[in-house]
């Protein structure tokens, strides 16, 4: 993803096993994997002999936890969560997962997604008495499952589904079970798998649990709830009336390569839409490039279709800190000399196709661009592997208001202006899902405006850069 991008996009883990053991290493693992999704804060609660305990901060998952933090994390089963949002500074107190005591027992909430009714349950909860410590909507869920729960917390989980409305893949333990919950359109994604030993793992990604030795069992369907109790599962629908609608970003950006999402390799679909983007090229180039990392797959598939060959030249410094908090333009066009530098000798004199997944405000490309030209490119040709991001959304990714998208601002032939590129190509929207193979359950309202249920009026609000 271009590197002015924005999003809110979670990782979420969960383990049930049949005894206390060093549980917190496994999570701190998990987390580990899924840090991609999440670079703000990171948490890790478990059951430890009944009862509740919890580390989270703000940080990357190494920051967060040392050695002894997570030796002091053993338990029988757990939950984690990494964070990376865009609606405000980082703050403890909104890092997750969410631990609340309620007549049922304790809880631990992590979750992934936006609610777009939050506002109005948060409203309705404060107004019959309920007070909020934190600025989630992880936490309307939360004191959702608390005013309604009645002795049967299965019954209480579809009564709370039944009332939120948005996006949402939950990973909740109360007590010593373990609970899967995915929203009824499939918004975002959740993964099942077992490890040959009988422990249970709930994830965000199948790269999880490759790394945990567990075996895929399959996705969480929409609209389904998974129980997880003294080593037996079971699950049940609480809604299968709505049209799968899952995030196409996943596919574009944000699940790993080595993931498997919704059956497809996203590898393969990522080298697949950069293959489908040479097909637009009649024109010969001296090289192809990505933009590091979120073009390379489809870099490597623009490559092999045309037949030109591929080469990086921008080098990425992969131990600078993260630069999305830098709060002024100057502090992040240093942050990206720091972070990107030119091969200067493959790209002299060259024609080059650089190649990225999206462009949110072309900021950033615009710099990469000029970059390359004063290191003494002749032509720089951007290609992108989706189409144009010209509508907000509401689910979980949290891009700038319409007036803020650059590609809901200016024509395409505008936008390669604006950049300074030589000529400019997006992914056409059918395309895209036929590479999916998804044609019919993809949310693509980024993209065309077709959000999958009513939504909002978008309002403006702070936000800061994406991560490069």
Not at 261 to 269: A, P
Not at 352 to 357: F, M, P, Q, R, S
Request: aromatic share 8%; net charge negative.
């Amino acid at each position: 993803m271009e590197h002015d991008k924005l999003h809110e996009e979670c990782g979420l883990i969960g383990i049930w096993t049949d005894q206390h053991h060093a549980i917190g290493e496994k999570l701190y693992d998990g987390l580990i994997s899924l840090q991609h999704r999440g670079q703000e804060s990171a948490g890790i609660a478990v059951n430890q002999y009944g009862q509740i305990v919890q580390y989270k901060n703000v940080g990357l998952v190494n920051e967060v936890f040392d050695e002894d933090r997570i030796n002091s994390l053993a338990g029988s089963l757990g939950v984690g969560h990494v964070r990376y949002s865009t609606t405000g500074r980082p703050d403890r107190r909104n890092a997750q997962p969410l631990v609340t005591t309620f007549k049922g027992g304790q809880m631990a909430l992590a979750h992934n997604g936006n609610l777009v009714n939050a506002k109005q349950l948060r409203d309705e909860l404060i107004d019959d008495g309920y007070t909020f410590e934190t600025a989630l909507d992880t936490e309307v869920i939360t004191r959702l499952i608390a005013k309604l729960y009645q002795g049967d917390m299965a019954e209480t989980i579809q009564q709370v589904c039944s009332v939120v409305q948005g996006a949402y893949a939950l990973v909740l333990m109360v007590g010593e079970v373990l609970y899967g919950i995915r929203d009824p359109y499939g918004l975002r994604p959740l993964v099942l798998g077992k490890t040959p030993e009988g422990e249970w793992v709930l994830a965000s990604e199948t790269a999880t649990l490759d790394l945990l030795g567990a075996d895929l069992i399959r996705d969480l369907a929409k609209g389904e709830i998974v129980e997880i109790k003294q080593g037996e599962m079971r699950s049940w629908m609480f809604d299968d009336t709505k049209p799968q609608a899952f995030c196409s970003f996943e596919f574009v950006y944000f699940a790993r390569p080595d993931s498997i999402v919704e059956g497809k390799t996203v590898l393969s679909v990522r080298k697949q839409l950069g293959a489908i983007l040479a097909s637009y090229d009649d024109d010969t180039y001296d090289l192809v490039a990505p933009v590091p990392d979120s073009g390379i797959a489809a870099a490597i598939g623009y490559s092999h279709a045309a037949k030109i060959p591929y080469t990086t030249v921008l080098m990425k410094n992969k131990y600078i800190g993260r630069t999305f908090l830098n709060p002024t333009q100057e502090q992040r066009d240093r942050a990206l000399r720091l972070k990107l530098n030119v091969q200067r000798e493959e790209v002299f004199g060259k024609r080059i196709v650089l190649v990225d997944d999206s462009i949110v405000r072309g900021t950033t490309m615009k710099k990469l661009i000029h970059q390359l030209k004063a290191a003494g490119a002749k032509e720089v040709h951007v290609r992108i592997s989706s189409p144009p991001v010209i509508h907000a959304c509401h689910f979980g990714i949290d891009t700038p208001t319409n007036k803020s998208l650059i590609g809901a601002q200016m024509t395409h032939a505008e936008i390669c202006r604006h950049i300074g590129a030589d000529s400019l190509k997006f992914l056409e929207i059918r395309d895209m899902l036929r590479a999916t193979g998804m044609e019919k359950a993809l949310c693509k309202a980024c993209f065309d405006g077709k959000y999958p249920m009513a939504v909002p009026k978008t309002a403006d609000k702070f936000v800061f850069e994406k991560e490069i």
